[in-house]
């Protein structure tokens, strides 16, 4: 998803790109197509940068779903934090939207852009810096460029090769995916519920479907994906509290381990990283992808700004812009996703004691509550050009 938009991006800004690519999506599309594994909590920011980068109507004619409100909650305590579209005058909080939608949306974009060219089901070799340039082997080919951008996920190839470290932390918790049929209706909300294990999350999907995100230690991965189907209902159900009645039908499930990972340097000279290959932070706040797409759309400004003035755009001084732009910004929501952790995690009386006023007092603080929903929906810092509305 985010090296795709980068490469749209840059296309559109008048670059020459090669995109590499080692899974190539499907952009085949029929109305039965049951509901994919991995879902996407999209904010406001990343609906304009795919709207802007034309994918959105590939989106639209797919399948996605507008959500309204978030209700947050946790086991033990009464009370719970309704963020609400409506208070804040916006129309909704997001989309979810099936990842493979999202890849497909922007592939279909890319296949029918003349500034691109791809390279399909080849992985990368080999990555040389130089002075000038980078040279990057794919199969028998060797290629020269001035940038290597390194858009290849959390276990990037591109990283390594290049020798950039990593600063990993592993949660200790795998995250549990599907999608699910309730009793109730999700009424266009996400549900998250913060329990022993971990939170518990319902993200509206359609009529009754929502996409489930249910956190466990690790130790209980095999179980939840070895438990029967009616037994695995069950499960959910009581991880939700019973907040959307039963679970009528579940689908296939996948279990993801969360680690936080943040690469120590974002650029090189003539390499970049953006997306998973720099940093994989704790998905309960659904940022992972938009915070790859807004290091798609600076890198992109940033490229495009240098070249405007006549600068060769893959050397590290101009490369650094971009690292300043975005890796602060990355840090402090990958941190504030652990104070989230922190508090909710159920080890001790007093954090209990903090949470009892926390949640009925903060839902009463409207503005508070739309300060931080703004935030996350619109995106904390300088907003890039693509990450605007027209
Ligand atoms: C359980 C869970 C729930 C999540 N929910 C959300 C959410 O609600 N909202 C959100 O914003 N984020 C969410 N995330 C995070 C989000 O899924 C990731 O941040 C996002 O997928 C990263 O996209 P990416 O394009 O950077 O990397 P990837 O999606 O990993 O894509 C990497 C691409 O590089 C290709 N590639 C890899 N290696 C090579 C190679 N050697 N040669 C050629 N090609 C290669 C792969 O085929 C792939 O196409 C969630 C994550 C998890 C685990």
Known sequence: MVGAATALGLAQMGFNVLVVEKNVPSVEWTEQQPYQLRVSALTRASE????????WQGIAKRRYHAFTSMRVWDEVNPGEVIFSAAEMDEPNLGYTVENDVIQAALWEQLQAHDKISLCLNESLADVKLYADYAEVIIGETTWQTPLLIGADGAFSKVRELAGIAVEEHSYQQCAVVGCVKTELSHEDACWQRYTANGPFAYLAM???VSSIAWYLP????????ELDDKAFANELEKASGF???QVLEVSQRGAFP????????YVLPHLALVGDAAHTIHPQAGQGVNLGLLDAAALVETLSQARQQGKSWGRQSVLRKYERWRRGDNAIVQRSMEGFDWLFKQDSEIKQQIRKPFLSLANRMTWVKNWLMGQALNGREALPNLAKRD
């Open 206 to 208: 359609s009529d009754n």
């Open 218 to 225: 690790e130790d209980k991965k095999q179980w939840a994906l």
């Open 48 to 55: 304009n940068i795919l709207k802007n980068l034309g994918a």
């Open 243 to 245: 907040r959307l009645g």
């Open 258 to 265: 969360l680690v936080r990972r943040h690469a120590k340097h």
